[in-house]
């Protein structure tokens, strides 16, 4: 009998080059957007102008308008799903998910059970269900109203129940490149024209993610999607899935059908931006970035900096910065600086060079000039 200790071993190369393929980082995809998403199982939008990069990155021709119409005609939508954070979802994928992570948010409404206890939630949801549903809210404007109705109580952990307990929307303008606004919602429901949800279930979102991706450890799915006891959907399908095992002995396992390229295949010079799930949705994430690397990318109040990849891994940190004033016409200049972690060899560094241009013409059309600078090694240690 076959033992996951015979499972043939996939080193770290193999997997950082499955993970790019499946990420279409590995070469730019001829997709249009909202395949692109739905194949990536949502992108993490907790800030709003991240998931434009990082479909810039993987698709060939896009365009960031495209994406900011899928959000205004509701073919896609900004909702909080797994690891109960912001996603960017096709319509669909609202629906179908946020059933399945609702379980996040309870546990989240548990935390606060005792100071809760007294309060009728039930009605609480209902009051601010109708009062969102009468057009998209502010969550001052939803605290307000719970206030006014439950005078005694803290409207702020009522609103914050209201956002754990009711699936909302966050609604444009919010979330579309270059436009401004506060932070308004509405329920799903009322967004979406209150359509029928579509079946889905834990089967199907752990067959997704492993093609998304996989190979992955049982770790690595909990880790992404946030939710528990997933081991016993991993051996439900396990008749279906390949076995293979890490450098450390840990199992993984994948769908048959989701490439897994030659370890030796050229991985070309790539931007992440803040908050990735490229970054996020494995436990083990060595894959992809070492634990050193990842202590400075990852922050302790919670931000994920924007990074670039050299030969497949995370090599440094970018960021756009803007000049203020007008010449001809135009906006000042943008220039994109790299914090490298390490030095870039000089064929790495005209790659990134020639891809930040790139970036920046889609990033900052208007900009008089673009500029890409690298700052010194030693300079990102600081």
Sequence with gaps: ????????????????????????????HASPPLDAIEHLVGMQSQAPNPPYIGLWSRLDGFSFAEAGELM????????????????LVSARDARALRPLTQVIQDDYLKTRAGDLAHVDLEAV??????YLEDEPRTDKEVRALLAERWPGEDAALLGWAVRCGVPLVQVPPRGIWGASGLARHTTLDAWLGGSPEPEASLDEVVLR?????????????QHWSGLRRLGEVVERLR?????????????????PEAPRPDP????????VPDFDNLLLSHADRTRIITEEHRRRVFTVNG????????????????KIEKRGGKQGGKRGGATLRLTPFTPIPSTARTALEEEGKRLL???DPDAASHEVEFLAPQEASR
Excluded: K
């Design 264 to 271: 030796g295949t050229p991985a070309p010079a790539r931007f």
């Design 72 to 87: 205004t005609t509701r073919r896609a939508a900004r909702i909080v799903l797994m690891r109960g954070t912001l996603h």
């Design 209 to 221: 993610y492993l093609a998304a991706f996989g190979p992955a450890s049982v770790r690595d799915v």
């Design 361 to 363: 013409a889609a990033t």
């Design 125 to 130: 949801f209902a009051t601010a269900r109708a």
């Design 239 to 255: 008749p279906r899935l390949l076995v293979f095992q890490d450098e450390q002995g840990r199992t993984l396992y994948d769908v």
């Design 303 to 318: 931000i994920i900096r924007a990074t670039f990849i050299v030969d497949g891994f995370v090599h440094g940190m970018w």
């Design 1 to 28: 009998m076959t033992t996951d200790a015979d499972a043939p071993v996939l080193t770290r190369r193999a997997l950082n080059r499955a993970l790019l393929a499946r990420q279409m980082l590995l070469e730019r």
